[in-house]
Nanobody, 115 residues
Framework: VQLVESGGGLVQPGGSLRLSCAAS????????MSWYRQAPGKGRELVAS????????DYGDSVKDRFTISRANDKNTVYLQMNSLKPEDTAVYFC?????????WGQGTQVTVSS
């Protein structure tokens, strides 16, 4: 199993970024996917989740109406579109798949929101 995040960077408040997570080594279409984040000195927080076929999504309260999770099963990729970014969105963002009840993680991608 391999999860590789990309798309992080430095953005000004109010800006946008799109994160990608390329998955391999498992039957991607069979599993829901999630994005988590971890800010310095804080625990890991669930940002968004999507069902295996993309028909159901869920969001953390702090990102509702600003972030959108989606997936392209033909590309084994899950995305996180982040709009109206705030300084408090600064964190390392991780892609997650729970496979046979075991959490699998990518290496993370840094998102910094600052003027």
């Amino acid at each position: 199993v391999q999860l590789v995040e990309s798309g992080g960077g430095l953005v000004q408040p109010g800006g946008s970024l799109r994160l990608s997570c390329a998955a391999s080594g498992f039957a991607f279409n069979d599993y829901g996917m999630s994005w988590y984040r971890q800010a310095p000195g804080k625990g890991r927080e669930l940002v968004a989740s999507i069902s295996n076929l993309g028909g159901s999504t869920d969001y953390g309260d702090s990102v509702k109406d600003r972030f959108t999770i989606s997936r392209a099963n033909d590309k084994n990729t899950v995305y996180l579109q982040m709009n109206s970014l705030k300084p408090e969105d600064t964190a390392v963002y991780f892609c997650n798949a729970r496979i046979y009840l075991v959490d699998r993680w990518g290496q993370g991608t840094q998102v910094t929101v600052s003027s």
